[in-house]
C-alpha cells in the first residue's frame, strides 16, 4: 500500500491519516489489563477463560453458533478454509481486488485461486462474474466486504446454493455491519473478524475470530487452531493444523471494551455520511464517493476518481493523509500472476485500483478535522 502524508499547510496541524488506538484511557486499560493477566494465579496467557468469555460473548453479541478466537485475520482465513476440507484440485473463487491474504490462504492449502472481478463502483465481488468463472472443480467462493461495502450475499449465497459451493465470507473488516438484518460473517456456512489495530474492533496487536453455525465446523476450527488435536487427551493430533492461539491479554482488553464498541461505530458512522453528504454534489464533478447507507461497513472511507494521485498530493499539501490499499488488481501481482489465464481481464478491479484514494476516518476525529479534509476535497474540485 502507498500512503501520502507530507507537510501540512502553514496555518493548521497536520491530520494523519491513521488515528492513535491508545488514547489515555485505552492505555491505561491495557496496563490494568496487563497486570491483571501477569498476576492471575491460573497463569494462562493463551486460550484461557478470558478468550472463552469473549467468544460467548462475541456469540451472544453477533447470535451465531459458535465464535472461535484465533491469531489473526490470515490465520482465521487459512481455518476456514482447511475447515471446509478445501485442498489440491479444487478452485476457490476470489475478489481479484482485495488483500493479499484472499488469494495466498488458498494457495496455502493446496487449491487455486480464481480471480473473479468487481463492481468497479461499490469495489465487492460481481456475482454475473463468479457465475461466469464456474469450473467443475469449483468448491468455494470467498466474498469479502471492501472499505464501506457490503458484498452481495444474497446474491452470493442463492448462487452457491446452486452449485453446491462453501461460502467463507470474509468479514475481517465489517463486525458489527448487518445487510438485510442479517450480521455480517453469519452469511455464510463459514465467516470471520479480523481485530488488527485499524479494524473497527481494533485492538493493540493480532487477533481474529471465525464464525459458524455449524457445529462439526466449529469442532474442527477448534482442533487445528491448536494442531490438530481429537477427542480428551490433548496431545493426541488426528489432523495437521497450525498454532493460532488467541492472547489472553488482548481477550481481556477486548471484553472491557465492548461496552463501548456502539459509540465507536457510531462515530465512524457519523463521519461517513457526513463525508458522502458533502461530496454528493462533486459528482459531476469527477468524484465518485460511497453513497449514505445504514448498511454500512466502517472501516476505510474510499473515493474513486481519474485524478487519484493528484487529489493525494492536494490534500498532502493541505496536512491530510490518504491511503491508496490496493494499487493493482490480485492477478496482476507478480506473487499471483501465475494463476492468471494468459490475457485475462478484470477491468472492474483495474478501475478500482487505478481510482480509489481512502481518507481519514476513525472516532478520533473531531469535527473540525472531518470538515477541513471536505473542504480540501471540495476545493480541489472546484
Do not use: N
Request: glycine share 8%.
Amino acid at each position: 500500500m502507498s500512503v501520502v502524508e507530507s507537510a501540512p499547510a502553514v496555518d493548521a496541524a497536520p491530520v494523519p491519516y491513521s488515528g492513535s488506538l491508545l488514547d489515555s484511557g485505552a492505555r491505561e486499560l491495557l496496563l490494568d489489563t496487563v497486570r491483571e493477566v501477569a498476576t492471575d494465579p491460573d497463569q494462562r496467557f493463551v486460550l484461557g477463560r478470558r478468550t472463552a468469555e469473549l467468544e460467548r460473548r462475541l456469540r451472544q453479541r453477533v447470535g451465531t453458533g459458535d465464535v472461535i478466537a484465533c491469531a489473526s485475520g490470515t490465520s482465521a482465513l487459512g481455518l476456514a478454509l482447511r475447515a471446509a476440507r478445501l485442498g489440491p484440485g479444487d478452485e476457490v473463487i476470489v475478489p481479484a481486488f482485495g488483500a493479499e491474504p484472499l488469494a495466498s490462504t488458498v494457495l496455502g492449502v493446496g487449491a487455486v485461486p480464481v480471480f473473479a472481478d468487481v463492481d468497479p463502483v461499490t469495489m465487492v465481488i460481481d456475482v454475473a462474474d463468479i457465475a461466469r468463472r464456474l469450473t467443475a472443480r469449483t468448491r468455494a467462493v470467498v466474498p469479502a466486504h471492501t472499505f464501506t461495502t457490503m458484498a452481495d450475499m444474497p446474491g452470493v449465497t442463492r448462487l452457491a446454493a446452486a452449485h453446491g459451493l462453501t461460502v467463507i465470507e470474509d468479514a475481517a473488516i465489517a463486525q458489527d455491519a448487518t445487510l438485510a438484518g442479517r450480521a455480517a460473517g453469519t452469511w455464510g456456512q463459514l465467516g470471520l473478524y479480523s481485530f488488527f489495530p485499524a479494524k473497527p474492533f481494533g485492538m493493540p496487536g493480532e487477533g481474529a475470530a471465525v464464525l459458524t453455525d455449524d457445529p462439526e465446523l466449529a469442532r474442527t476450527v477448534r482442533a487445528l487452531r491448536d494442531h490438530g488435536p481429537g477427542g480428551e487427551r490433548r496431545s493426541v493430533h488426528h489432523e495437521i493444523g497450525p498454532h493460532s492461539g488467541f492472547d489472553e491479554i488482548q481477550a481481556g482488553f477486548q471484553l472491557a471494551r465492548l461496552a463501548t464498541q456502539d459509540a465507536r461505530i457510531a462515530r465512524r458512522a457519523r463521519i461517513s455520511a457526513y463525508y458522502s453528504q458533502r461530496f454528493a454534489p462533486l459528482r459531476a464533478h469527477g468524484l465518485s464517493a460511497p453513497a449514505p447507507d445504514a448498511e454500512q461497513c466502517h472501516y476505510v472511507y474510499a473515493v474513486r476518481t481519474k485524478r487519484r494521485d493528484a487529489l493525494a498530493h492536494h490534500l498532502a499539501a493541505h496536512g491530510i493523509g490518504t491511503r491508496v490499499y490496493y494499487p493493482l488488481p490480485l492477478p496482476r501481482l507478480p506473487a499471483f500472476a501465475p494463476y492468471a489465464p494468459p490475457g485475462a481481464r478484470w477491468p472492474g478491479a483495474e478501475q478500482a485500483s487505478a481510482g480509489h484514494l481512502a481518507l481519514p476516518l476513525h472516532p478520533r476525529l473531531d469535527q473540525a478535522q472531518v470538515s477541513r479534509i471536505a473542504d480540501a476535497v471540495a476545493a480541489f474540485f472546484r
